[in-house]
């Protein structure tokens, strides 16, 4: 199979809006600014090489961003705490003596 990565700002903002993408969203989905999303769409940057091939490949495998956990954007969830039990205090720490 072939991919061709050249991404023009109509096919850009197609897929985009398939995935329910805003072009903000997807410049922070793709590590940027909400701002890089826009100059993507507008054509003022070029679609990086590997946003194309990612925007391709979800979309050939049916994938969409809400599948992807991303650390930057997505904290992992809290851990719960272990709760920390008091050891009984020994009679000579106590200051009791036998």
Do not use: C, H, N
Request: proline fraction near 8%; glycine fraction near 12%; avoid cysteine.
């Amino acid at each position: 199979m072939t991919i061709s990565a050249d991404m023009t700002p109509e096919k850009y903002k197609t897929i985009i809006g398939e995935f329910g993408l805003t072009q903000e969203g997807a410049g922070i989905f793709f590590g940027g600014s909400p701002r890089q999303g826009q100059r993507w769409a507008s054509g003022e940057k070029p679609v990086p090489i590997g946003v194309a091939i990612a925007l391709i490949l979800m979309k050939q495998a049916g994938k969409e961003p809400k599948d992807f956990r991303i650390e930057a954007l997505t904290p992992a969830p809290k851990k719960a705490k272990a709760k920390k039990t008091k050891k009984a205090a020994s009679p000579v720490r106590a200051g009791v003596r036998k």
